[in-house]
């Protein structure tokens, strides 16, 4: 989930920096593309993943082999 959240923090920043714009008079693209950053850090040390047991026994992984 935070990787897309970031994929389109990642985007909003890339136009605005295309554009050179600001939003509120200090926003600019390199704000979004640090934000972005830290949502995949966030995302890639497991925080708004889900786990494999919410999934109702994990599927294939949590069937035994008989």
Do not use: C, E, P
């Not at 923090?9 to 979004?32: E, H, K, P, Q, Y």
């Not at 995949?40 to 008989?66: E, P």
């Amino acid at each position: 989930m935070l990787a897309i959240v970031s994929a389109i923090v990642f985007g909003l920043g890339f136009l605005l920096d295309l554009l050179d714009a600001r939003i509120a008079g200090n926003i600019s693209g390199t704000t979004f593309m640090l934000l972005g950053l830290t949502l995949l850090a966030l995302h890639q040390a497991g925080i708004g993943t889900a786990s494999v047991k919410s999934y109702g026994g994990g599927g294939w992984r949590g069937r035994s082999r008989r």
